[in-house]
């Protein structure tokens, strides 16, 4: 069973409500406040891990492998995103700008640095 990109959406939301509510919890209790006392460095080596496992999932091609190594692979994302006081609201805000778009053309339009050039300030 499907669910829609709404559900999606707040299942995601309701995942960085807990690792925020994590902030300041004892590192020996919680694997995320554990991480996120130790950042970036230890969400950082963690993220590389689970994209290293999740490349070697679909090389393998097992199905639930897939899935549960890209869950890993995101859950870490996430912890990420709380690091730096980011939502995953704003990663779907940017994917839904992009929809539709030319991957040529969104990649054409960032600056040498990879950034994504900002309009001009009206005077």
């Known amino acids: 069973m499907s669910q829609s990109p709404l559900d999606l959406g707040t299942v995601l939301a309701r995942v960085a409500d807990t690792l925020e509510s994590r902030r300041g919890a004892d590192p020996a209790t919680s694997y995320v406040a554990k991480l996120l006392a130790k950042a970036p460095d230890s969400i950082l080596k963690k993220i590389g891990e689970e994209a290293t496992e999740t490349v070697m999932a679909a090389k ?64």
């Open 60 to 123: 393998d091609g097992e199905a639930d492998k897939i899935v549960s190594e890209t869950a890993d692979l995101w859950f870490h994302c996430l912890v990420m995103l709380t690091h730096y006081g980011l939502r995953p609201e704003q990663v779907l805000e940017e994917l839904a700008r992009r929809e539709g778009l030319s991957g040529l053309t969104e990649k054409a339009a960032r600056g040498p640095d990879g950034a994504r050039a900002q309009p001009a300030q009206g005077v």
